[in-house]
Nanobody, 119 residues
C-alpha cells in the first residue's frame, strides 16, 4: 500500500514556473514507477510524465516536452514535476500516481493539487 500526497500547486502567470511535489508513504517507494497526470475542467484525465523506479528513464507527453521535467529522490520518497514556461492550457488538477510492479498499472493516486495559469 502506498499513500501519495501532492503539493506545490497554485496560481501563476503565463510564462511562469511551479514545482510540484508528491511525497509517498511506506518503505518501498523505489519499487514503483511514478507518473504525473492532470485533469482540466470538462476534460478527461491525461498523462503528463513518467519516471522509472531508479529515475534513470523519463518520458513526457508531447505537449509538455521541453517545459516540464519529472524527477525523483528515493531517499526522500518524493517525486517532483518542475513546470516552466507555463501556458494557460496547463491549468488543471495535477495528480501523482504509483505504478505497481506486479501489474504495470497506476494503482495508487494522490488527491491532486490545483495549478492555475492566468493570461
Amino acid at each position: 500500500q502506498v499513500q501519495l500526497v501532492e503539493s506545490g500547486g497554485g496560481l501563476v502567470q503565463a510564462g511562469g514556473s511551479l514545482r510540484l511535489f508528491c511525497v509517498a508513504s511506506g518503505r518501498t517507494f523505489s519499487s514503483y514507477g511514478m507518473g504525473w497526470f492532470r485533469q482540466a475542467p470538462g476534460k478527461e484525465r491525461e498523462f503528463v510524465a513518467t519516471i522509472s523506479r531508479s529515475g534513470g528513464t523519463t518520458y513526457n507527453t508531447d505537449s509538455v516536452k521541453g517545459r516540464f521535467t519529472i524527477s525523483r529522490d528515493n531517499f526522500k520518497n518524493t517525486v517532483y514535476l518542475q513546470m516552466n514556461s507555463l501556458k494557460v492550457e496547463d491549468t488543471a488538477v495535477y495528480y501523482c500516481a504509483a505504478q505497481a510492479p506486479w501489474s504495470g498499472k497506476y494503482e495508487y493516486w494522490g488527491q491532486g493539487t490545483q495549478v492555475t495559469v492566468s493570461s
